[in-house]
């Protein structure tokens, strides 16, 4: 549930995404 918002902030910035993807 945590990797919501932070999609969020990382959807603009992309790259960010597969970080998230990674946790």
């Known amino acids: 549930m945590t990797a ?3 999609v969020v ?3 603009p ?3 960010g ?3 998230v993807g990674a946790l």
């Open 9 to 11: 902030l990382v959807g």
């Open 17 to 19: 995404k597969s970080t």
């Open 4 to 6: 919501g918002p932070l």
């Open 13 to 15: 910035m992309g790259s």
